[in-house]
């Protein structure tokens, strides 16, 4: 073997040697990444926060975003999600009722409430109240909402428009949408006169508005838990959680305007 010709191997065992630390490295720190599965509506706030954390400490978290039950489903499934921020406390329910959620580690962490919206140009007004003219208002169009026989916000708009003795009289003219996003979108786009979401949602799409604000007597306590998944092995995972409750995080939450309901000082 000429000299060279060590020289170049030597160079080539260096250089993929290099290439597997460097691999060894990035698996080592993608394996320490939290895998977060977070309501839909949790999007802007949690992605805030996620890139707060890894300027502050270079913590981060990896975040899939879809309606609760969707995730929860995907949980119960083998997904190998580490943390769990459904937007009610059936779908955390149901996962905690089969141990998938690690004993000790939910807790109730914040609030929303819900609005009834209208494109951006729409002139509509609407009172919520007992009978108010819902269907008549959407004179024909479609009322755009999240699943309401599974998707939290969905529900909740049923629940809602139920106790105030509407919904039979709007139901047949529900465009039902994946998740709450799907359903803000709907009219966003101007393809439905009016939809139900959280004001969360409304707050961070510039091309709709609030009509009304659902009363809180007529809606049940809009809740979203977290906890650990049973399933993780991360370390980081319960940090994560803590983080969450802390102030920086509650800063991010409460400019989007979530209410806090588990705040650590």
């Not at 926060?49 to 990896?62: E, F, L, P, Y």
């Not at 006169?193 to 969360?200: A, D, E, L, R």
């Amino acid at each position: 073997m000429s000299k060279e010709n060590g020289m170049d191997r030597r160079t080539l065992f260096s250089a993929v040697a290099a290439l597997l630390i460097a691999f060894g490295i990035t698996a080592t720190a993608q394996a320490a990444d939290v895998v977060v599965f977070a309501a839909a509506s949790l999007k802007e706030a949690l992605d805030a926060i996620n890139a707060d954390r890894q300027k502050s400490n270079g913590r981060h978290a990896t975040i899939s975003y879809a309606a609760s039950s969707a995730l929860a489903k995907q949980i119960e499934a083998g997904a190998p999600a580490d943390v769990f921020i459904s937007a009610d406390t059936d779908w955390m329910d149901y996962l905690d009722k089969k141990t998938l959620i690690r004993r000790g580690t939910r807790h109730d962490l914040l609030g929303n409430s819900l609005v009834l919206i209208a494109p951006a140009d729409s002139t509509a007004t609407l009172d919520i109240a007992p009978g108010f003219p819902l269907a008549k208002m959407l004179n024909g169009g479609k009322l755009a909402m999240a699943d309401p026989n599974a998707v939290p916000a969905g529900k909740y708009g049923k629940a809602a428009l139920t106790k105030l003795g509407v919904w039979d009289q709007v139901s047949g003219s529900v465009a039902s949408a994946e998740n709450v996003r799907a359903a803000l979108l709907l009219v966003a786009r101007g393809e439905a006169p009016f939809g139900i979401v959280y004001k969360t949602d409304a707050a961070i799409e510039p091309k709709v508005r609030i009509v009304a604000t659902f009363p809180a007597d007529t809606v049940p306590p809009i809740t979203y838990p977290i906890g650990v998944t049973a399933s993780s092995q991360n370390p980081n995972s319960a940090p994560f959680v803590a983080d969450l409750s802390g102030p920086d995080a509650a800063r991010q939450f409460e400019k989007y305007g979530f209410t806090m309901l588990d705040k650590k000082r």
